[in-house]
């Protein structure tokens, strides 16, 4: 690499200049239409776990951009889960009566090419302001039916330690708040974050769960994995988050190696996600019946504790339900791993 290459990676030109663009690729009218509407970040830790000579590295093809991002479906939607219509104040989603999203900042470490909320991440996005997260404190506070607070964004990991714990401890202080949940890429995309000075600020007097959000086995460098480590070693409970995406993960054979991966570095893998109809990525998209064949598929192969659940945020803010394979038949027979039918009394 260039010496005086970035350690993140922001435009087409510094792609090309690392090889992860052809020249004629970055010089090309469309997808310079791209990198100027969806933000471009990949960081040297994503990097070092691409493998140039595969043209279709399941790691390059979540963060590199493709011409194909400014073809948009009818059916796709800048807010494809439907947040804006659940957020009573700035940086708030109040979706489920008993959880809220907050969201501290919208910049991220890096930036997914499937991202739901590419519309409205990237280095512009700036962090809540002070006044700004008073507020959405003051309406936690006045909101007694939520119990659990989710810090997302953006990714809230980029924020500075001192910041960090300023908020989680805001929250921590609030009587009817009984833990808080963390979703963050930064443990594997920028793993030199993860410093002592931010596990002291994760480190409070309720649980602080992290789920970390990884598509491939690959992602797991060893400076990845340690900074998981470092998290578990401190008592912060880990859960994974997968977006299920076509060509990079969409075996059987991928997501077991995923799965198997996060469960030997103590993350509980918790969701797999049906990907979210944003625009311009009906290109990484499944559809739900492969989606369930994935998960039929790892039934009797795969441990339960390293089995994810299989789920769809309904477009337009509807909420999120389990769209797995169904076992019971409606003539009274359930099937095995194997696909074989027993019959079964319900008395």
Request: aromatic residues 4%; neutral net charge.
């Amino acid at each position: 690499m260039d010496g005086n290459q970035p350690r993140t990676l922001r435009s087409l030109a510094d792609l090309a200049r690392e090889g992860l663009l052809a020249a004629d690729a970055a010089a090309d009218p469309a997808l310079a239409e791209v990198a100027a509407r969806y933000a471009i970040a990949i960081t040297q830790d994503v990097r070092d776990t691409i493998d140039r000579s595969d043209a279709a590295d399941p790691v390059a093809r979540q963060y590199v951009p493709d011409a194909r991002e400014r073809e948009t479906h009818d059916d796709e939607n800048a807010d494809p889960i439907g947040d804006d219509a659940h957020s009573p104040v700035k940086g708030i989603v109040h979706r489920y009566k008993d959880r809220a999203l907050l969201k501290p900042t919208h910049a991220c470490a890096v930036y997914c090419r499937f991202c739901f909320r590419r519309e409205m991440v990237g280095p512009g996005g700036a962090a809540l302001d002070a006044a700004e997260t008073q507020a959405a404190l003051a309406y936690i506070r006045a909101t007694p039916a939520i119990r659990e607070v989710i810090l997302t964004g953006g990714d809230p990991l980029v924020l500075s330690p001192r910041r960090m714990g300023e908020l989680l401890g805001a929250l921590a202080a609030i009587d009817h708040v009984d833990w808080l949940r963390i979703h963050s890429r930064v443990p594997v995309a920028d793993p030199a974050r993860v410093t002592d000075a931010l596990v002291a600020a994760l480190k409070q007097p309720k649980a602080v769960w992290l789920a970390v959000h990884a598509n491939h086995a690959n992602e797991f460098s060893p400076a990845a994995i340690a900074a998981c480590a470092k998290l578990a070693d401190a008592g912060i409970p880990l859960i994974g988050q997968t977006v299920l995406l076509k060509g990079i993960n969409d075996t059987p054979e991928g997501l077991e190696t995923l799965f198997r991966t996060m469960t030997k570095h103590r993350i509980k893998p918790y969701y797999l996600h049906h990907a979210d109809k944003a625009p311009g990525t009906a290109h990484l998209r499944t559809d739900l019946a492969t989606g369930q064949t994935l998960m039929r598929g790892l039934r009797g192969r795969l441990s339960g504790l390293a089995q994810p659940v299989y789920v769809l945020d309904i477009p337009g803010g509807a909420g999120k339900v389990p769209v797995g394979p169904t076992y019971l038949g409606a003539d009274g027979t359930v099937a095995d791993p194997a696909g074989r039918r027993h019959a079964y009394r319900d008395d």
